[in-house]
């Protein structure tokens, strides 16, 4: 996983509440075995209506997705964030994020940027009326920003999903922060244990 400072791009507005994970990736997607490929069945039933958002040519290649409260809730499948990726966004904007979806999310790198209902109203409108306008997601100062509408707003993440991103830490690359422990743990074990394989 690459580290993420911070993320600017043009911003999708997905002006939906509750959105759950079944809708993000429907489940003829989780047949998949490989990681990737899930961009196409992001939102694919819904992307059945060609006056989708994401079906607008004003919105292709964004990478910032601002979505309506309890965004991400519903079952655990990872799949989800995997197909955001996937798809191409690097962030997403809302005032509330489903728990596991929040876990997964930082262990795959995508950025969550939990800001106030009102800030995500704004975001909404604004991102509506003009689709080329850039928005900064800054992991680092906790911020997002769109400077040519006057907006930077703090936005809530946890320490620890920060350092992570900021780092590029996924499970295993927290894991081989303790290396050095693990090696000193492994060397004191008496040699009538069975030795654990790379």
């Not at 999310?105 to 704004?122: C, F, K, Y």
């Not at 509506?128 to 997601?137: C, G, I, K, Q």
């Not at 090696?183 to 040699?191: I, K, T």
């Amino acid at each position: 996983m690459e580290p993420v400072r911070v993320v600017t791009g043009r911003a999708v507005p997905l002006d939906r509440t509750d959105v759950d994970t079944d809708q993000i990736i429907p489940s003829d997607w989780l047949k998949r075995i490989e990681r990737t490929g899930f961009g196409a069945g992001l939102f694919s039933e819904w992307r059945d209506d060609r006056d989708f958002v994401l079906n607008r040519p004003e919105h292709a290649g964004a990478s910032i997705l601002v979505a309506g409260p309890n965004f991400g809730v519903g079952s655990s499948r990872e799949h989800a964030v995997w197909a955001l990726v996937d798809y191409g966004f690097a962030a997403v904007i809302s005032p509330k994020f489903g728990d596991i979806f929040h876990s997964n999310s930082t262990r795959s790198g995508l950025v969550l940027a939990q800001v106030t209902p009102e800030i995500d109203r704004q975001l909404l409108d604004l991102i509506s009326a003009d689709p080329s306008l850039e928005v900064t997601v800054d992991v680092e100062r906790r911020t997002v920003e769109v400077p040519v509408a006057g907006i930077e707003a703090p936005f809530i993440i946890d320490d620890v999903s920060r350092d992570r991103l900021l780092r590029g830490l996924d499970d295993i690359g927290v894991t081989f922060t303790h290396a050095a422990e693990i090696d000193s743990f492994e060397a004191a074990r008496p040699e009538w244990l069975p030795e654990l394989s790379a």
